[in-house]
């Protein structure tokens, strides 16, 4: 019985620490500081304050974290949804591979010439330093959503050079020896984890549809638990092939994401909130692994803030600006991307594997991480919503609509579709009667600002309305809410 009393202890703390960080919401909503950067920092004075939290080895701490990345990279995939990523896909590939390169490249020949880090560490620091985190900048932007290819191309960023930077450092600190042997030896390895993690990833994607589809379970509570496994699955099997599992679970997340399938709107929901605790845990974990002491003694803080500087200011809107140039976006649209790179868990955890590596500077390298992480989430996210008024980056306001209306089906129903009437639209500012849906298309509900709106055929419709209707499957009527261009 005396076990059981200091076990309650730990349970009520360590509740009490979760229900601390969902409100941290928000406290981040008012004070426009990503959640994210209370996690960490409150993590790492606790970690000081507390050296017994640190007793987790860094191995365990890794595992924790990959877990949760998992979680995270699947629901953003499916955030994304095959339609929105196919109107983006060349300029989310482009910029999540060709970015990565060259963000690492530039960090990593500003470490070595400015800083005094061996070509490796440089290259290491500078690939850690290269994949980027839209849930930092989610978090920041609150109830506002970046909508049209702008946001596409945010989200679809980090996806892609998530997976990309790990599997890079991965193959780096895989190449054994030096000189342009080993370089080449490790960008071999690269190329092949992303080929395998993106075959295996689209498959695994069309499997998991299929047992989603074709395999009825006995309680609906069981096809979110089952999606997630899956998932789990994918990542495993595309690891143990040598790809970059990272990048499966994503297109996987990604080929699920608008597809219709038997408790979708659930599955959802559970995989949404799963990434949210999975967020916490990444950065809690991470920040227990810090010791701000030694950060701040061993001159890795001021190390930090010029990377960060050099960073924010002049290696990304530089070097990714040059990569982006060919992408077809406004002005103010361009600068947006460039501006809303910011850096999150991947870069942390990527300084793990340094740290696990038989890294010489690997301490060095981890310290230097974590205040560009730090900086990225305070100060560059602290700023996202207010350079996202001035260059009028296209936003709508998503209300928090807790209250559902629905009916259940027992077979899918044919033709039912559910579309955002977009700013500019055609089916902006028409009336019902007036929108080109052809003959058999039956606009059967509307909701405009969280309330159901009374149809008749003169309704206008505006840009936010969310419009659900009846059409035949081959008509394609997705043209009228889509913005122009």
């Not at 219709?260 to 709107?265: I, L, S, V």
């Amino acid at each position: 019985m005396g076990d059981v009393v200091p076990f309650g202890v730990a349970v009520a703390l360590v509740a009490l620490a979760a229900v601390l960080a969902v409100l941290s919401n928000r406290l981040s909503a008012r004070v426009r500081v990503p959640a994210p950067a209370f996690f960490l920092i409150a993590a790492a004075v606790a970690s000081d304050v507390f050296p017994s939290l640190r007793g987790l080895p860094i191995k365990v701490d890794q595992r924790l974290v990959t877990i949760a990345l998992v979680v995270i990279l699947f629901d953003g995939g499916m955030h994304i949804g095959w339609s929105r990523f196919r109107a983006a896909a060349g300029a989310v590939v482009w910029i999540g591979v060709a970015g990565t390169a060259v963000t690492a490249a530039g960090m990593a020949v500003l470490a070595h010439v400015l800083f005094g880090f061996g070509w490796r560490s440089a290259l290491l620091l500078g690939t850690a330093l290269a994949p980027t985190d839209p849930a930092v900048v989610f978090s920041v932007l609150g109830r506002r959503e970046i909508t049209g290819r702008t946001g596409t191309i945010v989200e679809g960023e980090s996806g892609a050079n998530d997976p990309v930077a790990i599997a890079l450092m991965v193959s780096l600190l895989g190449a054994t020896g030096g000189g342009v042997h080993a370089l080449a030896a490790g960008m071999g390895e690269f190329v092949l984890q992303i080929a395998l993690g993106a075959a295996l990833g689209a498959i695994g994607g069309y499997l998991l549809l299929l047992l989603m589809r074709r395999v009825p379970l006995p309680n609906a509570a069981l096809y979110p638990v089952q999606t997630v496994a899956f998932a789990c699955l994918i990542y495993g099997g595309a690891t143990v092939a040598h790809g970059s599992g990272f990048l499966a679970v994503f297109l996987a997340g990604i080929v699920v994401g608008d597809a219709r399938a038997p408790y979708k709107r659930e599955i959802e929901h559970f995989a949404a909130g799963l990434a949210s605790v999975a967020e916490i845990v990444v950065f809690t974990v991470l920040g227990l692994t810090v010791s701000l002491e030694h950060v701040v003694h061993d001159g890795e803080l001021w190390t930090g803030v010029a990377m960060a500087a050099l960073l924010i200011l002049v290696v990304r809107p530089v070097l990714v600006g040059l990569v982006l140039a060919p992408i077809r976006l406004r002005r103010g649209e361009r600068a947006f991307v460039l501006w809303a790179g910011l850096k999150g868990a991947v870069p942390i955890v990527l300084g793990t594997f340094v740290l696990t590596g038989g890294v010489s500077d690997a301490t060095r390298i981890y310290g230097v991480i974590f205040v560009v992480v730090l900086i990225s989430v305070v100060v560059q996210g602290g700023l996202v919503p207010s350079v996202a008024r001035l260059l009028k980056v296209p936003m709508r306001v998503v209300e928090p609509e807790p209250w559902a209306l629905g009916m259940r089906f027992r077979d899918e129903p044919e033709g039912l579709r559910r579309y955002f009437v977009a700013p500019g639209s055609p089916a902006d500012g028409c009336s019902i009667s007036g929108l080109d849906v052809g003959e058999t298309a039956w606009i059967s509900m509307v909701s405009r600002d969280g309330r159901l709106v009374q149809l008749r055929g003169k309704t206008l419709l505006r840009a936010g309305d969310e419009v659900l209707l009846l059409a035949d499957p081959g008509v394609d009527i997705q043209r009228e809410f889509r913005a122009p261009g």
